[in-house]
C-alpha cells in the first residue's frame, strides 16, 4: 500500500549526528560524577528523548536535570546548527518525498536544535509538521509524538498510512505502536535490534523512496 504520508526521526536518521550526541552527553555526565560509555549509550540511551535520556542517567531528581538539557541543546547547536550532519543524499530523499507527500519530523530533541539543522539543510520549507520532546508528555518508546504529527497532518491519513523512518529500537517501538509502518535506516545499531520494523535498509536515499513511494 502506497504511503500517504512519511515521517522522519530527526537524530542518526536525518542528521547523522549519533557521535555528537554521544560526545556532548558524555561531556555533560562526567561533570556530575556518572561517566557514560558508549557501549551504555548506545544499549540503554540511543532514541529515547533528551528529557528522558537525562533522567534516566542522572535520576529523575537531580536537581541538574533543567541546566543538562539547556546546555545539551547549546552544544549542539554549537557544533551541527550548519546543518553539516545531514547527508547530501538524504537532503535529496527529503525533497524528493515532498514532492509527492506531506512530510513530517519526530524527535526526542529540542525544537531548538531541530529547526535550525533543517533550515540549514535546505529542508525547513518540505517539512510540513516538527513533533519535538516539548511538544509532546512521552518520548519514544510511547507513541505520542508520531499520534500528534498524525493530528496535525491531518487530511483524512489514518495511521496505517503513514510510513516512518527511524533508527533505533526505541523508535521503531514508537510507531509499531502508533500503527504505523516503520523502515528502518542502519546506522548505529545492529540490524537484530531493529527487527521490529518492517524493513530494514542500508540507507536512506532517492533510490529508496522512489521503490517505496512509485
Known sequence: MRARAVIFDFNGTLSHDEPILLAIFQELFAEYGRPLSAEEYFDELAGLSDPEIVRTWL????????????????????????????????????????ER????????AARAEIEPVLEAAGLAGHVRVVIAAEDVPLGKPAPDGYLRALELLDGG????????????????AAANRAGMRCIAVLGTLAPARLAAADEIVPALDVGLMERLLD
Open 157 to 172: 491519513i489514518d495511521a496505517a498510512d503513514l510510513l516512518v523512518f527511524e533508527d533505533t529500537e526505541a523508535g521503531v
Open 101 to 108: 507527500v506531506p512530510v513530517a519530523v519526530v524527535s526526542g
Open 59 to 98: 535520576g529523575a531528581d537531580h536537581p541538574a536535570v533543567r541546566e543538562v538539557l539547556e546546555r545539551r541543546v547549546d552544544r549542539y547547536r554549537e557544533l551541527a546548527a550548519d546543518g553539516s550532519t545531514v547527508p547530501d543524499e538524504v537532503r535529496e530523499a527529503v525533497r524528493y518525498t515532498a
